[in-house]
């Protein structure tokens, strides 16, 4: 079965990481569907039987986005507000994400020692992301290991943000 990306993010021909791993993964349509949500709903109004029919046909669901606050871009907030609904995710009835696996790819601006209780951020990334893993178990469904690149918003070279779109790939093949 093919692994669903979720691609969340607001300015993509601006980007450097995510344009790179949407270009990566487009050359493995057999494998990956990607759905980009701000080119689908400009106008924010999410069409939620289509989204929960096609989370439904995948086991496999990659939530890929810049990570913004510390938190998703807006519209994947609203996404999950809007899909992810009672009686269909959660609640006596609510069961169609159970035993689904569920991971973030996140272009993060920031160095990875900064992420840390002792760095400028005071956090690390699996505490940045406790919501997203919450959330997860609210709706029982298995929250993967986080992919990430760090120094995205300068530091990067060309070089590695190459490299971290293969192993953006080989993440996704590994967890599937
Ligand atoms: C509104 C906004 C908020 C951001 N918040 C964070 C943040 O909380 N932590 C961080 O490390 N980087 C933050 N950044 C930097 C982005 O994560 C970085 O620009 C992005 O991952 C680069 O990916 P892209 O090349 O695909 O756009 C922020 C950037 C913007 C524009």
Known sequence: MKTLVILA??????????KRWKQELHQ????ITVHEI???????SIDVPKEQG?????????????LYWYSYPPLL???????????WAYGSNGNKLRGKKLGVAMS???KQDNYQAAGSVSFT???????????AVHVGAIALPYFA???????????EINQSAADYFQYIIEYR
């Open 77 to 87: 907030k609203k996404w999950l507000d809007n899909v992810f609904t009672h009686g």
């Open 9 to 18: 993010h607001p300015n993509i021909e601006a980007s450097r990481v995510n």
């Open 38 to 44: 701000y080119k689908e709903y400009p106008d924010w």
């Open 28 to 31: 493995h349509t057999d494998e």
């Open 108 to 110: 993060i601006g920031d």
């Open 125 to 135: 990334v699996d505490e940045v992301i406790a919501p997203f893993k919450a959330s």
């Open 149 to 159: 690149v760090f120094g995205a918003s300068f530091q990067a070279s060309d070089e």
């Open 54 to 66: 096609l989370l439904e046909a995948h086991s496999h669901i990659i939530f890929q986005f810049p």
